[in-house]
C-alpha cells in the first residue's frame, strides 16, 4: 500500500492527545516529529518523541499464544486456533452458567470505534450484562459530579486555549508538569498575561513548584478544602449573587452545609493554613475570569464525586460556568478517557452517552443493532466489582479483556490477581504480554495506534483523526478484527465490520440524539482538518465547542449545587499504620507501565518504582535515601527504595503505581469504592514502613 509521507496523527498515550506526524522508516517502524496544533501547541513530552520505539520493539507480541492446561506454558498457536479456543472457553462458560458466565474489560485506551464495538460485542455477541472498563478508576467520580452539577459530562466544557486565558486557575490533585507537559504552555501563556495559579497536592509536585500559592492538605481532606474556600467566599461576599439566581439552584442548602467549615476547623482537618486559605479565595475573588480544574488527587477517593461537587459548588457560587474563560474542568487522563467513557463499555451505559435503564434509549441503540430492545442486557457490574467476582467471586467465569493490564492497575491487586488466576478462561487482546496477559490461557496480539484508523475524543470534548500510517507486523491483528473474528465462531449471523470509518458511521447513528451525539461528525469531516467538539448532531453542526453559554444540559437548564460533607477517613490511621499512603504518576512511566517500561529509553530514565519519604519522617524511621524498606497496609506490601525529598508532606509517603511484581503499589492500595461513581480510594489509605534485613536492603 502506498500511503501519503507524513502522516498527521495524534500520540498513543494520555488525554492531551499531542499532535505528530509520523514517517515510516520503511523497516516497520517511524521517526516521530511534533506538529503544530492548539492543544499540545507544538509540543511532545519524552513519551510521545519515544512512542515509535515500542512499534518494533523486542517486547511485542507478534504471535497468538494459548496453554494447552491451565498449568502449562504459553506457546505459539495459529490465529484460527487461538480464537477456536477462546471461543470455546466462551461458549463452555456460558452453557454452564448462562450469558452472564461470561465479562469483558475495555480500555479507555480504545479508539471510540474499539470501545463501540466492546460494548456492542459484550451485548449482543455475549449477551452479557457483565461490562466494564478502567475508566471506572480514572474518571468515573468527576463524570458522576458533572452529570449532577451540570446534566452533562464533557472532562473540560471549554477549549484548552481558554486555560491561557484566564485570570486565575484552581488546579486540584493534578501534576501536569509530569502527566500532560506540554500543558504547561497553556499555563506559562496564562502566566505570562498575568494571570494567577493556585495547586492544591499533599506535594510539592513539579507542577505546585511553578504555582503562585501552593496549598499542601493532607490526601482525603479537599472536600473540607472546599468547603473552608466557599465558607471564605461568602463569608468575605465575593459569591456571585446574581448569577445564583438566574442559573443556579441549591445554594441556599450548600451555604448551610458550609457554615461549620470555618477556618481554623478546615486548617484542623486539612492542614492548610488560615492565611493560606484566605489568599487562595481572594485570588479567586479579584479575577476578572477563574477556572477551578480537578484531576485524580482530588477524584480517587471513596468520596471523589462529593469531593468533586464540593469544587463544582464553589465554580458556581463565584458564578463562573457558562462565562468567558471560566468554569469548572476535569483532566481526563487516558488516551480516549472521553470517548471510552460515552460509547457503551461503561456498565450502565450504551452509545451516545445513553443509559442502559432507559427504555427509550435501549429501543434507539437496538434498532441500529438490529436486535429487540428486550434482549439488551440491563447494567452490569462496576470495574472493581467485577473483578473481585471473577472466578472464586462466585460471578463471571471466563473473561475477555483489551487495553487494561489490572493485575497492576487495580486496587488491591493481590485480591484481584487472584480472582483472574481462578477464571476458567481468560483472553487477552494486548500489543505486549502485560502481567495480565500472562495469566491469560489465550493471548491476541493486537496492532497499536500507529498501525491502524480510529478516532480519539481528547480531554476537551475534541474529536481527533488517529490515522494509520504503518502496516501491523506480521502475525498481528488489530482489535476490531478479534471482534469480528470471535462474533462469526459465537454464532453472530450479520458480521462484526473490522473497517474503522465503518463502525464510525454506525457509532455515528448508535449516538444520534444521545448526550454525546456525534451524528455530525466523519472520518472525511475530520480528515479535512475540521475542529469538532461533541456534541455535534448534524453534518452542518461546527460542533460545539463551548458548553454552558446560555443553559446547563439539565432538565431546566440551571446548574446544580448539592451539599456535601467531609466524612471521616474510610481508613484512618493508626499505631499500627501511622502514615498517609498516597500514589500516583511520574513523567516517563505510563500506567501499568505496560508499555513504557519496554521502551529502553523511558525505562533507563525511570527503572524502578520508590516511595517519598520526608527527612523527618526518614529519621524518625531511620532509613536512608535509596535504602529499601517494606511498605505495608492491610491488604499488603510492597519492597521499595526510598527517596528522601522535603517534597512530601511528613505525615505522608508517596508510590508510583507504574510496577507490579514487590514494586507493585496496588498491593497496598484499599479498594473501598464511592458510594455512587464505584471510584476505588486509590489516593489515600493508611500504611507503615519498616526497615528490611541489612542484607535485602541494597
Ligand atoms: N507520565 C504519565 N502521564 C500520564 C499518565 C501516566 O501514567 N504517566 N496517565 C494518564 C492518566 S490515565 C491520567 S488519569 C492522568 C492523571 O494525571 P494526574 O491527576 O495529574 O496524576 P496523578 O499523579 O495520579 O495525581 C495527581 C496528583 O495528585 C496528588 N494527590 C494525591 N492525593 C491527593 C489528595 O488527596 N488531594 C489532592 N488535592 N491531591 C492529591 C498527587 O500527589 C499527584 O501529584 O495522567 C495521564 N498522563
Ligand atoms: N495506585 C494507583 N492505581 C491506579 C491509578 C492511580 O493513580 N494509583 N490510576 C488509575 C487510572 S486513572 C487508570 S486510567 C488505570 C490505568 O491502568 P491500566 O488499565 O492497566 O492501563 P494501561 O497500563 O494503559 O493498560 C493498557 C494495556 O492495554 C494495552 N494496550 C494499549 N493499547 C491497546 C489497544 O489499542 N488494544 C489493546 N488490545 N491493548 C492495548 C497496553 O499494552 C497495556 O497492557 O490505572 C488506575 N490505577
Ligand atoms: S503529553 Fe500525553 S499526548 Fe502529549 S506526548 Fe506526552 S503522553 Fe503523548
Ligand atoms: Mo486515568
Same mark, same amino acid.
Not at 644 to 672: C, I, M
Given at each position: ?27 516497520? @517502524? ?133 486555560? @491561557? ?225 471473577? @472466578? ?150 461546527? @460542533? ?155
Amino acid at each position: 500500500m502506498s500511503l501519503a509521507l507524513p502522516v498527521a496523527t495524534h500520540c498513543p498515550y494520555c488525554a492531551l492527545q499531542c499532535a505528530m506526524a509520523l514517517t515510516p522508516d520503511g523497516r516497520g @517502524g517511524a521517526v516521530v516529529t511534533a506538529r503544530d496544533f492548539p492543544t499540545s501547541r507544538g509540543g511532545l513530552c519524552r513519551k510521545g518523541w519515544t512512542s515509535a520505539d515500542l512499534l518494533t520493539g523486542p517486547g511485542r507480541l507478534t504471535t497468538p499464544l494459548a496453554r494447552a492446561s491451565k498449568t502449562g506454558p504459553l506457546l505459539p498457536v495459529s490465529w484460527d486456533d487461538a480464537l477456536d479456543l477462546a471461543a470455546a472457553g466462551i461458549r463452555a462458560a456460558q452453557e454452564r452458567g448462562g450469558p452472564d458466565a461470561v465479562a469483558v474489560f475495555g480500555g479507555g485506551g480504545l479508539t471510540n470505534e474499539k470501545a463501540y464495538a466492546v460494548g456492542k460485542f459484550a451485548r449482543v455477541v455475549l449477551r452479557t450484562s457483565q461490562v466494564d472498563y478502567n475508566g471506572r478508576f480514572c474518571m468515573s467520580s468527576a463524570a458522576a459530579a458533572a452529570n449532577r452539577a451540570f446534566g452533562v459530562d464533557r472532562g473540560l466544557p471549554f477549549p484548552l486555549e481558554d486555560v @491561557g486565558a484566564t485570570d486565575c486557575i484552581l488546579l486540584v490533585g493534578s501534576n501536569v508538569a509530569e502527566t500532560m507537559p506540554p500543558f504547561m504552555s497553556h499555563l506559562a501563556r496564562q502566566h505570562d498575561a498575568g494571570g494567577r495559579l493556585i495547586v492544591v497536592d499533599p506535594r510539592r509536585t513539579p507542577t505546585a513548584a511553578a504555582a503562585d500559592l501552593h496549598l499542601q492538605p493532607q490526601p482525603g481532606t479537599d472536600l473540607a478544602l472546599a468547603n473552608g474556600l466557599l465558607h471564605l467566599a461568602i463569608a468575605e461576599g465575593l459569591v456571585d449573587r446574581d448569577y445564583l439566581a438566574a442559573r443556579t439552584t441549591g445554594f441556599d442548602d450548600v451555604r448551610a452545609a458550609c457554615a461549620s467549615w470555618w477556618p481554623a476547623r478546615v486548617e484542623r482537618v486539612t492542614g492548610v493554613s488560615e492565611p493560606d486559605l484566605r489568599a487562595a479565595v481572594r485570588m479567586l475573588g479579584a479575577a476578572s475570569s477563574a477556572m477551578v480544574l480537578t484531576a485524580r488527587g482530588a477524584e480517587q477517593h471513596s468520596h471523589g464525586v462529593d469531593t468533586v461537587l464540593a469544587f463544582t459548588n464553589l465554580a458556581l457560587a463565584l458564578g463562573l460556568p457558562g462565562r468567558p474563560a471560566s468554569g469548572w474542568g476535569c483532566l481526563t487522563g487516558q488516551g480516549n478517557g472521553q470517548g471510552g467513557r460515552e460509547h457503551g463499555q461503561k456498565a450502565d451505559q450504551l452509545p451516545g452517552y445513553r443509559s442502559i435503564s432507559d427504555p427509550a434509549a435501549r429501543a434507539h441503540v437496538a434498532a441500529v443493532w438490529g436486535v429487540d430492545p428486550d434482549d439488551l442486557p440491563g447494567p452490569g457490574r462496576s470495574a472493581q466489582e467485577l473483578l473481585l467476582a471473577l @472466578g472464586d467471586g462466585g460471578g463471571p467465569e471466563a473473561l475477555l479483556l483489551l487495553g487494561s493490564n489490572p493485575v497492576v492497575s487495580a486496587p488491591n491487586a493481590r485480591l484481584v490477581a487472584q480472582r483472574i488466576a481462578s477464571l476458567s478462561c481468560l483472553v487477552v487482546a494486548d500489543l505486549v504480554l502485560s502481567e495480565t496477559a500472562r495469566l491469560a490461557d489465550v493471548v491476541l496480539p493486537t496492532a497499536q495506534w500507529a498501525e491502524e484508523t480510529g478516532t480519539m475524543t481528547n480531554l476537551e470534548g475534541r474529536v481527533l483523526l488517529r490515522r494509520k500510517a504503518l502496516d501491523p507486523p506480521e502475525g498481528v491483528r488489530t482489535d476490531l478484527e478479534v471482534l469480528a473474528g470471535l462474533a462469526e465462531r459465537l454464532g453472530w449471523p450479520t458480521g462484526f465490520p473490522t473497517d474503522a470509518e465503518a463502525v464510525f458511521d454506525e457509532l455515528r447513528r448508535a449516538s444520534a440524539g444521545g448526550r454525546a451525539d456525534y451524528a455530525g461528525i466523519s472520518h472525511a469531516r475530520l480528515a479535512g482538518g475540521e475542529a469538532l467538539h461533541w456534541p455535534c448532531p448534524t453534518v452542518d453542526s461546527p @460542533g460545539t465547542p463551548r458548553l454552558f453559554l446560555d443553559r446547563f444540559a439539565t432538565a431546566d437548564g440551571r446548574a446544580v449545587l448539592v451539599p456535601v460533607d467531609q466524612p471521616e477517613p474510610t481508613e484512618p490511621v493508626d499505631d499500627d499504620y501511622p502514615l498517609h499512603l498516597t500514589t500516583g504518576r511520574i513523567a516517563m512511566q505510563y500506567q501499568s507501565g505496560a508499555q513504557t517500561r519496554r521502551v529502553v529509553a523511558l525505562n533507563d530514565a525511570a527503572p524502578h518504582a520508590f516511595v517519598e519519604v520526608h527527612p523527618h519522617l526518614a529519621e524518625r524511621l531511620g532509613v536512608l535515601d535509596g535504602e529499601r524498606v517494606k511498605v505495608s497496609t492491610r491488604r499488603g506490601e510492597a519492597w521499595l527504595r526510598t527517596r528522601v525529598t522535603d517534597t512530601v508532606r511528613s505525615d505522608t509517603v508517596f508510590v508510583p503505581f507504574h510496577w507490579g511484581g514487590k514494586q507493585r503499589a496496588n498491593s497496598l492500595t484499599d479498594d473501598e469504592l464511592d458510594p455512587v461513581s464505584r471510584m476505588p480510594s486509590f489516593k489515600v489509605c493508611a500504611a507503615r514502613i519498616d526497615r528490611l534485613h541489612a542484607d535485602a536492603a541494597r
